[in-house]
């Protein structure tokens, strides 16, 4: 049953560009579609979540990641009778933006965009679905609703000045009330996404072997997950008894979101989608004790995965391929492609436009397109790492 603070596709305030609705799919099944059919979500698949992605076949990607978040997210909103689309539809977007490298990648274009406005991945999404997606007759971008557009841009909570440029002239065309929190079914896409990245990051490290089972059922949430599959199954074998233990671990974040947001949803007791968004709080988000537990857990993998020497030394080389690629391209906007090329005469004397164009295209690259550009255009790098086959 869907709840009074639910989004209604019913009720949608619409999308930039007018167009009749489907016979047979809501409007937010319908951004749900687009969003899946999008050049930029394809790319997902060969871009980086923690590891780069000639390093495994078995590690994640951004489109794992993504089809991950959008499970979960699916699982919570149904049980908060939420609208299940609209939440999927923010799940399987919320990375669209993510430039090759993962987070390495974005740390680099923020440093080389700081001077034209900066780069921020949610902002670079925005742009995407209202911009760089260019397949349809009538318009840019995917036409999204109001609504998608919103958890896309605020999922995360409220934005505040200074804006990234790129939700800043987005901004320009549609208000998304970026000071406000967004719709719970943005909410709940979030937390997915950190339940899903706290379980999958532990599976991803225990494959690449940065630490044992052993040391994690010393963790907080941990300890009592290999525990309790100890106790009922003592002679399982390793494999499965880490499957088993992180199964459970998955479990308790779910249930613990789902009760925290029960818990808040009847106190502040919203009565529709503009009480949830005028709450001046998140409703969905883990208990106090809970995101305690995982910033422990967090610490340790830090430690042990994401400053890990192997980690740290290809976080090196692929920072130092962006950091080559983008001066290269501002320096020679000849390079980039025939399609780009109409923009690239556009942005002709702006120093500032170019640049964003070059950081929109370096952005869209997935990590096995960006070394192949840098080995053929620049010529590979000074280190080992990216020197080994893809």
Known sequence: MRAAFACDPLATRGRRVWECE????????????????SSAFRRLK??????????????????????????VARTMARALGLDEDLTETVALAHDLGHPPFGHTGEDALQVLMAPH???????????????LERHYAE?????????????????????SDPLPWALAACGMEVDLELATHASAEA?????????????????????????????????????????????RYPDLATDRRRHEALRRFFGCLVEDVLANARATLARVNPQSPFDIRQAGIPIVQFSNG??????????????KMYRAPSVVEMRADVTQVVEDLFPYFCET??????????????????????????SDYISGMTDRFALQCHQRLIGGTDRGTLKRPL
């Open 139 to 159: 318009f840019d971008g995917c036409n999204l609703t109001w609504e998608t557009l919103e958890g896309i841009a605020k999922h995360n909570g409220p934005v």
């Open 22 to 37: 489907s016979a047979h799919r809501s409007a937010f099944q319908r951004d749900r579609d687009r969003i899946i059919h």
């Open 46 to 71: 060969h871009k980086t979540q923690v590891f780069v992605e000639h390093e495994g076949d078995y590690f994640r990607t951004r489109l794992t990641h993504s089809l991950e978040v959008a499970q």
């Open 117 to 131: 406005g900066g780069f921020d991945h949610n902002a670079q999404a925005i742009r995407i679905v209202t911009h």
């Open 187 to 231: 909410q709940v896409a979030a937390l997915a996404d950190d339940v899903a990245y706290n379980h999958h990051d532990i599976q991803d490290g225990l494959r690449a072997e940065l630490f044992s089972a052993d040391e994690l059922a010393e963790l907080p949430i941990l300890s009592d997950c290999f525990a309790e599959v100890d106790a």
């Open 290 to 303: 809970l995101f305690a537990d995982l910033k422990v857990i967090r610490q340790f993998l830090f430690k």
């Open 333 to 358: 906007p000849t390079e980039l492609p025939a399609e780009w090329q109409t923009d690239v005469a556009e942005a002709s004397g702006d120093t500032t436009a170019l640049a964003r164009l070059v």
